[in-house]
């Protein structure tokens, strides 16, 4: 049952060193605070699963929290690479990164089948690209119907899943509204749950084919007002574009990081 | 017909003309959604355009700088999951084109957006040997694999250089028509596969038989020496070469108004 608590709280209680942890939203609420939360509380060795690890990856892989990425597309969008995440598997700086990398339909497919309870995902995917050379858990099996051939991965069954959404009812339940990705799946196939949201009102006022997560399926909900900018939130405010381009510079520089990493997370504070 | 534009602009444009209002589009981020809203916003304004975070049939006014902007949802018709949209839409084959851009591309229109290579071993060269090495770590697949075999045929564009037109890619990210050019025969559930490739200095067609790209058009003023000079394969010319035609001067101002509309809207954004 949904609790409400500090960010501070939910990912202390929430998410341990060594964990595999989910942090969703596909270009629309990505959950920013949540991300800085982690560092700040310096968790390590974190096997991070994202479809596209945007610029939270990046702060969390420069900040040195990361073992293993999982993955299906690792780019600024529109704007260039994430030079964080480039320096790690390139250079190993600050540290080794290990890579599993997907396309975005085999992670689409795998978190569907963690919410599932399936053990795998199947699909019609991966023809003839390489990546099932170097991606041991890309495999394929035959259709025992048709005798296709057919891809399968193994579900994504996270330790935490992490999402922000626009908002909750007082007793904890979710309205996820606009883009909705894999907010859902993400939610229902991870062992722990933390929800961040714009802001706690009376009633959702949700039409009937809403996507709406129960309180009972989250662990713990957090208000963490703008907590996903530089993301954007349907109906609360628009994607910083501005910011997305000047991340380029800042993360290009491994000083000019380290001390964007102090100045705008580390001594931010937190909500 | 105009006379006054870039290359650019002529890719652009003759990339828009490959659509048509009766498709159903499933578009890549940049060139690919500049050249599919041009396309919707000049002569086929009832194309289906659909992006991999779940729009369908969204009619942005300004282009995105990402695959899931505000701007794609509200504009929309319907925003499903991304778990639906590749399974339901993609998959389920509701999609006649996709559309795509590159970092590499060989001559069976393989494409690779993983990793490029330190070292190009001509012998031991495969995508394996290039993934532990890379010189340069690229984005990676994305929605690009599975669009490449589940949409009914694939139009690319990207511009024309040695760097980008390579012999064989490093790394096969998404099937073209394999490393042997045979890697859509016998399967009947996979899709034609790419079609045309639209650059900045010609249309390139896979051979019917051999699955070679080959040029099939060449833009005004562009020279064959020209295109031999950016392509990093022998390339081979089909035997009645055609002229692409210019931009007009409709297309040319539609599409210079997009731009400034994009520009001033991610400004206007920057000063919130």
């Not at chain 1, 595999?20 to 949540?34: D, K, Q, R």
């Not at chain 2, 069976?108 to 532990?132: E, F, M, P, R, W």
């Amino acid at each position: 049952m949904a609790t409400f608590m500090s960010l501070a709280q939910a990912i202390e209680a929430g998410v341990k060193n060594g964990n595999s942890v989910a942090m969703e939203g596909f270009t629309h609420l990505i959950p920013f605070a949540a991300g800085h939360e982690i560092i700040r509380q310096k968790k390590q060795n974190l096997t991070l699963i994202r479809m596209t690890p945007d610029l939270i990856y990046d702060q969390l892989v420069g900040a040195g929290c990361v073992k293993t990425l999982v993955f299906s597309w690792g780019g600024n969008p529109g704007v260039g690479s994430l030079h964080r995440v480039r320096d790690a598997i390139q250079n190993g700086f600050p540290k080794d990164l290990e890579t599993v990398e997907h396309s975005h339909a085999a992670m689409a497919n795998a978190y569907e089948a963690g919410a599932a309870g399936l053990p795998m995902a199947v699909f019609r995917g991966y023809i003839g690209s390489e990546l099932s050379d170097v991606n041991d858990q890309i495999k394929f099996i035959t259709c025992p119907f048709t005798s296709e051939k057919l891809a399968c991965v193994p579900a994504i069954k996270p330790d935490v899943g992490i999402i922000h959404a626009q908002k909750a009812d007082r007793q904890g339940n979710v309205l996820i509204e606009g883009i909705i990705g894999v907010q859902k799946e993400v939610v229902l196939s991870a062992k722990h749950s933390i929800v961040t949201v714009e802001e706690v009102v009376d009633k959702l006022d949700a039409h009937p084919n809403s996507c709406v997560l129960p309180a009972w399926t989250v662990d713990s909900i957090v208000v963490a007002k703008g907590g996903a900018h530089p993301s954007y939130a349907h109906g609360y405010y628009m994607r910083d574009n501005q910011y997305y381009k000047n991340w380029d510079a800042i993360s290009r520089d491994r000083e000019s990081f380290s001390q964007w990493l102090q100045s705008e997370v580390l001594q931010a504070g937190g909500q | 017909m105009a006379t006054n534009y870039t290359s650019t602009e002529m890719m652009t444009i003759t990339a828009a003309r490959s659509l048509s209002s009766h498709m159903t589009c499933f578009v890549g981020i940049g060139l690919p959604s500049e050249a599919a809203n041009v396309a919707r916003m000049t002569h086929a304004p009832d194309i289906t355009l659909i992006y991999e975070s779940g729009t369908i049939q969204t009619q942005p006014k300004i282009l995105p700088l990402s695959i899931g902007d505000g701007e794609l949802c509200e504009s929309a018709l319907t925003t499903v999951s991304v778990p639906e949209m590749f399974r339901y839409w993609l998959q389920g084959g509701h999609v006649d084109v996709g559309f795509l851009g590159t970092a590499q591309i060989d001559k069976y229109a393989n494409l690779n957006t993983t990793v490029i290579a330190t070292k190009y071993d001509k012998n031991g060269k495969n995508g394996k040997q290039s993934y532990a090495h890379p010189r340069v770590r690229l984005p990676g697949g994305g929605g690009a694999p599975e669009i490449s075999t589940n949409a009914k045929e694939v139009f690319i564009t990207v511009k024309h250089s040695t760097r980008t037109f390579v012999e064989e890619v490093d790394f096969v990210t998404t099937v073209g028509f394999g490393r042997d050019g045979k890697a859509r025969d016998n399967l009947p559930q996979v899709g034609l596969g790419p079609t045309a490739v639209i650059t900045d200095l010609c249309i390139l067609k896979p051979h019917p038989q051999t699955k070679e790209l080959i040029v099939v058009s060449l833009h005004p003023c562009v020279s064959r020496d020209q295109v031999i000079e950016a392509t990093g394969w022998q390339i081979k010319f089909a035997d009645t070469l055609s002229t692409t035609k210019a931009p007009s001067d409709i297309e040319l101002e539609i599409l210079r108004d997009l731009k400034a509309r994009t520009e001033k809207a991610h400004n206007q954004q920057e000063d919130q």
